[in-house]
């Protein structure tokens, strides 16, 4: 199985929106609901930011919004804050408790 | 709130035996709804899921990976391992523990700070 792509960096001024993207294939992204989005600064665990394509775990601002389009999920931060820098990574599940994990990108708020 | 930490050694040697091990607190490792898993990212790749276990033992391996790879559970402990044979530079990694919650909605919701190994001489 191959890692899922994700542009290497993203970057938006304070205030501006950002979108990730994460392609996958039939087999994962696009054949299971099963896709999150973590956010991994330096130093610490990674923390779930959405799951199941779309849902936020309590805590996590409304800002943190996700979709998917047949292979292809994103990841879109609204109203970007200095705090929202860090990387992201996408995982998707890929069937009998194996997962998917993207390339990472690593969001600067400019 | 849900704590996973990795321990383990910094530094194995070529063909020697990588052990480490998830300490869980927060949440039991006896429970039905939830399994333990294993991820590791090697320097400048990504992500890489090892595996899993569920409390009754029953292991799920990433089908892409030879099987040097061991994962154990001791719930009386709350803790559970990952033994790696054979270990070669490649395994030089760091090593996360993390929890898979659900299995009908599978989510991995909590993760480990990580720990890195390195594979020298």
């Known amino acids: 199985q191959s890692a899922l792509t994700q542009p290497p960096s993203a970057s938006e001024s304070p205030g501006q929106s950002v979108t990730i993207s994460c392609t996958g294939t039939?087999?994962?992204?696009?054949?299971?609901?099963?896709v999150s989005w973590y956010q991994h600064q330096p130093g610490k665990a990674p923390k779930l930011m959405i799951y199941?394509?779309?849902k936020r775990p309590s805590g996590v601002p409304d800002r943190f919004s996700g979709s998917k389009s047949g292979n292809t999920a994103s990841l879109t931060v609204s109203g970007l804050q200095a705090e929202d820098e860090g990387d992201y990574f996408c995982?998707?599940?890929?069937?009998?408790?194996?997962?998917?994990f993207g390339t990472g990108t690593k969001v600067t708020v400019l | 709130q849900v704590q996973l930490r990795e321990s383990g050694p910094e530094v194995v040697k070529p063909s020697e035996t990588l052990s480490l091990t998830c300490t869980v607190s927060g949440a039991s490792l006896s429970s039905s709804d939830y399994y333990w898993g294993w991820i590791r990212q090697p320097p400048g790749k990504p992500m890489e899921w090892i595996g899993s276990?569920?409390?009754?033992?029953?292991?799920y391996y990433n089908p892409s990976l030879r099987s040097r790879f061991r994962i154990s559970v001791d719930t009386s402990s709350q803790r559970f391992s990952l033994k790696l044979a054979s270990v070669t530079a490649a395994d030089t990694a760091v090593y996360y523990c993390?929890?898979?919650?659900?299995?009908?909605?599978?989510?991995?919701?909590?993760w480990g700070q990580g720990t890195l190994v390195t594979v020298s001489s």
């Open positions: 276990i569920g409390y009754s033992g029953s292991t």
């Open positions: 993390a929890r898979q919650r659900g299995t009908a909605f599978p989510t991995i919701d909590f």
């Open positions: 995982s998707s599940y890929a069937g009998r408790n194996n997962w998917v």
């Open positions: 199941e394509i779309d």
């Open positions: 039939s087999s994962d992204v696009g054949g299971w609901n099963f």
